[in-house]
């Protein structure tokens, strides 16, 4: 009866655990598909008249990375910063010294002092066919920016070395063309907090019911060892009990148990011998 129990607590424990594992792998898988960011790259090209030389100088990488909300597609213009009363481009009334041959121009604004959706809004309110921002203090990283609501206008950013570098052709009055066209499609896929902390939280109850099971189970299990020894010992003293009442007498010189053809003794498979003390034991 104890085996059977402790036998089916096993049983019970060991598929609890089991199912509780395959629920939390289905679920953790189903948190990181869900948790994943789509985002482009772009390639910016740069071109301009390097007066030193007298050629037309290009200059091709694929540094930047497209707005969350931002259109996936070509563009193209003279590029222009905003003016020195507001370089950030944080104010509404923010002016852009477009000239008037420009046609299409493309936006350059350093990060700072605002969101980037607001410059990016102010640089649509001019009418830019897209807008360039350059990451100041983090060296060469970009990040996908968001701006919702902000849809209708191609907004990519570039590290801070690409954008220094046209902000300073800019402030040396050449003209400065720039081509973005779309580069590679990256699917990062990530943890998110909420699936760490509910992993987190189904580790430690899974622990916790290995813990109660193990607990259980030895406890079952030295309940059984005790069960077992107090009746083998009721066992022991019932036998010695029996044996302390059987006759007990001692072998002759004479008695016939000493005569050569008399059958030898059960247990020890010997001829009885005088002086020998034997246990009489009753044939029922």
């Known amino acids: 009866m104890a085996m059977s129990l402790i036998q089916a607590c096993r049983s019970l424990a060991l598929s609890t655990w089991l199912i509780s594992y395959c629920f939390v792998h289905l679920l953790c898988m189903d948190f990181t598909v869900a948790e994943k960011e789509e985002w482009y790259t772009a390639f910016v090209n740069i071109t301009y008249h390097d007066p030193a030389s007298g050629t037309n100088r290009t200059e091709k990488s694929e540094c930047g990375r497209y707005g969350e909300h931002s259109l996936k597609q ?4 003279l590029a222009v910063m905003p003016s020195p009363q507001d370089k950030l481009a944080c104010d509404p009334a923010a ?7 420009a046609g299409r121009w493309v936006a350059l604004i350093p990060i700072g002092n605002c969101t980037c959706r607001d ?8 009418n830019a066919s897209a807008v360039l921002i350059y990451n100041v203090g983090f060296g060469n990283d970009t990040i996908t920016m968001s701006h919702p609501g902000i849809e209708d206008i191609v907004a990519i950013m570039i590290p801070e070395p690409k954008g220094k570098e046209i902000a300073s ?3 040396k009055n050449l003209n400065v063309t720039i081509y973005i066209t779309i580069g590679t499609r990256n699917l990062q896929k990530f943890v998110s907090r ?5 992993v987190s939280i189904s580790f430690i109850v899974l622990m916790i019911i290995s813990l109660a ?6 406890i079952q299990r030295f309940r059984y060892a005790n ?12 036998a010695k009990k ?17 005569e050569p053809d008399f059958d030898n003794c059960a247990v020890c498979i010997e001829g009885y011998k005088p002086n020998d003390v034997v246990r009489i034991l009753p044939c029922r």
Do not use: C, M
């Not at 070509?74 to 213009?77: M, V």
């Not at 990016?120 to 001019?126: N, Q, S, V």
């Open 95 to 101: 002016k852009f010294p477009v000239p008037a041959h």
């Open 74 to 77: 070509d563009a193209s213009g």
């Open 194 to 198: 909420t699936s760490v902390v509910f």
């Open 119 to 126: 410059k990016i809004r102010h640089a649509a309110l001019h």
């Open 242 to 258: 029996a044996i302390s009442k059987l006759q007990v007498r001692t072998i002759k010189k004479g008695d016939k148990e000493t």
């Open 213 to 218: 099971w193990l607990v259980f189970y030895y």
């Open 169 to 171: 052709l800019i402030e």
């Open 227 to 238: 069960a077992r020894d107090r009746n083998q010992r009721r066992l022991g003293d019932a």
